[in-house]
């Protein structure tokens, strides 16, 4: 059922961070449940990219999550996560778009270890950050112009400054960011 996916996604991101359950509660209730569907989406995608459990089939894990968010545009979602993320979408009026780019950033982490020039990192950032605010903004209903430009530019700085926190881990991984 929807309602057993989105504790599915609840589950999940209390599993996966300390501080997403707490920061979620200064959501409101009618939001929280997509807000975490959609964090569910995002934190599985990246882990599939990052975590060394997925090493060796990265790929076909990002292969995977592709054809559920294709399945769950469809109607046809069987994955909790995709359950709940195609109510979302449905409830919420969200573009799939920013979806899609995020999952090409996760592969572009696999592939692309260094940017060579700061053109090619933000058009990379357009495609992992930006999304992300853009689907916040919509989650909560906000589709105008200049709220976009302000949260794109916002999501890349938030995105820039975790690549200068992270430098250590990005650099054992074998990326630099910067």
């Not at 959609?38 to 975590?51: N, Q």
């Not at 990002?62 to 994955?79: F, I, P």
């Not at 692309?112 to 605010?133: F, H, I």
Request: proline share 5%.
């Amino acid at each position: 059922s929807v309602e057993r996916a989105y504790g599915y996604c609840e589950e999940f991101a209390r599993a996966h961070t300390e501080s997403f359950p707490l920061a979620s509660r200064f959501v409101p209730a009618e939001v929280r449940p997509h807000l975490i569907a959609l964090y569910a989406f995002a934190r599985s995608a990246d882990d599939f990219a990052d975590e060394p459990q997925y090493e060796g089939r990265r790929v076909e894990a990002l292969d995977r999550w592709e054809d559920e968010l294709a399945r769950a545009c469809h109607g046809e979602a069987t994955h909790p996560v995709f359950v709940a993320l195609a109510d979302t979408i449905e409830r919420r009026d969200l573009s799939i778009p920013p979806l899609e780019d995020m999952l090409s950033s996760f592969r572009a982490d696999i592939e692309v270890k260094r940017y060579a020039t700061y053109q090619a990192l933000r058009a990379y950032t357009a495609r992992s950050a930006d999304p992300v605010g853009r689907l916040l903004l919509a989650l909560f209903g906000y589709r105008q112009p200049e709220l976009v430009r302000d949260a794109d530019e916002i999501s890349t700085a938030l995105q820039l400054t975790n690549f200068w926190q992270d430098v250590e881990s990005d650099w054992h991984r074998g990326r630099l960011y910067m």
